[in-house]
């Protein structure tokens, strides 16, 4: 579905195809400031230099676990690669088309809805395609966390334990211990996810 902005027509596509390129200048930025190099972030991330590089230059989309551990690496929240504005925290309402979003690697789509660093939350809609999930191998991270199905099931793998969450179910846990999320049903799965910012 295209959405009109003044004379020029943009494709769902294009709005996730303009953020990848954004969250990589936001990356590099963030790299650059901190005075890390390519490998110094690489070797932070456990990501290698390559991948890294095809991010900043927006030739790769990461995937969500990815994007926590670089941001965690540049101790920033994951939401604030995605975000390419600097947003007013005490906005009253923000339209669905002013929620920025990004199609992961791996195919699941993740709307940020409000990224309140004031308050150190985020919240975020994720949309998982049949057969995709957060990441390939479970990864941790800092913080806490709340996700709530909103519509199918979705395999949460949390440490060595597997929980299969129906629409109305509630999971919530500490950050730190490895997770991943999957939708290894034939139907799409949406979630809001609530994560509280770690130290």
Do not use: C
């Not at 690496?73 to 005490?90: C, H, K, P, R, Y």
């Amino acid at each position: 579905m295209a959405r009109t902005k003044g004379a020029v027509v943009e494709t769902a596509e294009d709005a996730s195809n303009a953020v990848v390129a954004a969250i990589g200048n936001r990356l590099r930025a963030l790299r650059q400031e901190r005075e890390m190099t390519l490998q110094d972030l690489a070797e932070a991330t456990d990501l290698s230099p390559s991948m890294l590089s095809l991010v900043e230059r927006g030739r790769a989309a990461p995937s969500i676990q990815s994007l926590i551990v670089i941001a965690n690496a540049l101790n920033v929240t994951m939401s604030e690669l995605i975000v390419t504005d600097q947003a007013d925290d005490e906005r009253i309402v923000i339209r669905a088309a002013d929620q920025p979003f990004v199609k992961t690697a791996q195919n699941v789509v993740r709307r940020v809805l409000r990224e309140d660093r004031a308050r150190g939350i985020s919240l975020a809609m994720n949309e998982y395609a049949p057969d995709t999930g957060s990441a390939l191998k479970r990864g941790a991270h800092a913080g806490f966390e709340y996700g709530f199905v909103l519509e199918g099931q979705l395999t949460v793998e949390l440490e060595n334990v597997t929980y299969q969450l129906k629409a109305g179910d509630l999971i919530s846990f500490e950050s730190k211990r490895p997770h991943r999320f999957w939708n290894n049903g034939s139907k799409r799965v949406r979630t809001l996810w609530i994560n509280l910012k770690g130290d």
